[in-house]
């Protein structure tokens, strides 16, 4: 393992992790944005990569914005300006539930957005996976999951 130094003489480690986590939000980025430009394309208006990603989170049936807040790790403002806008779009609607929470739901039209990026997903599952020769889709998914857990096992002790 090589060591570099700051500016200021500060030794600074290599780490493989590092390297991990900016290629996985790269990789993330990157997808995001294509599958955002895409649906744009067929016709949904105004999806940028954070309204996706934004959506991505959200069950097929009822939300409740204290969830998907606690999920995001945001304040329930930010949910709920993100949700009013999603509904001024015309994908996610709002219906009186128990007490005062609003339950959240997605449109036919947030169905069809949401179908439609899993579609596009589902294409771009033959591009990425043909060109990682090494493991099959399904083993890389398991060694992020073990890593997952490491590090989840790691914060609890």
């Given at each position: 393992?090589?060591?570099?130094?700051?500016?200021?003489?500060?030794p600074?480690?290599?780490?493989?992790?590092?390297?991990?986590?900016?290629?996985?939000?790269?990789l993330?980025?990157?997808?995001?944005?294509?599958?955002?430009?895409?649906?744009?394309?067929?016709?949904?208006?105004?999806?940028?990569?954070?309204?996706?990603?934004?959506?991505?989170?959200?069950?097929?049936?009822?939300?409740?914005?204290?969830?998907?807040?606690?999920?995001?790790?945001?304040?329930?403002?930010?949910?709920a300006?993100?949700?009013?806008?999603?509904?001024?779009?015309?994908?996610?609607?709002?219906?009186?539930?128990?007490?005062?929470?609003?339950e959240?739901?997605?449109?036919?039209?947030?169905?069809?957005?949401?179908?439609?990026?899993?579609?596009?997903?589902?294409?771009?599952?033959?591009?990425?996976?043909?060109?990682?020769?090494?493991?099959?889709?399904?083993?890389?998914?398991?060694?992020?999951?073990?890593?997952?857990?490491?590090?989840?096992?790691?914060?609890?002790?």
């Amino acid at each position: 393992m090589s060591t570099r130094f700051t500016h200021k003489g500060i030794p600074m480690v290599e780490s493989q992790s590092l390297q991990l986590i900016q290629s996985a939000q790269r990789l993330n980025d990157v997808i995001t944005q294509y599958i955002s430009q895409r649906l744009v394309e067929k016709g949904y208006k105004s999806l940028t990569p954070s309204l996706l990603s934004f959506l991505s989170v959200l069950e097929c049936g009822v939300n409740y914005g204290s969830e998907i807040a606690r999920n995001l790790n945001v304040t329930r403002q930010m949910v709920a300006k993100t949700v009013k806008q999603l509904c001024q779009l015309g994908y996610l609607e709002q219906i009186n539930g128990a007490g005062k929470q609003k339950e959240i739901c997605f449109t036919g039209t947030g169905e069809y957005l949401m179908s439609d990026a899993r579609q596009l997903l589902a294409e771009l599952d033959e591009i990425l996976f043909k060109n990682t020769n090494t493991k099959t889709p399904q083993a890389i998914i398991g060694e992020l999951n073990i890593m997952i857990c490491a590090v989840n096992d790691r914060q609890h002790t």
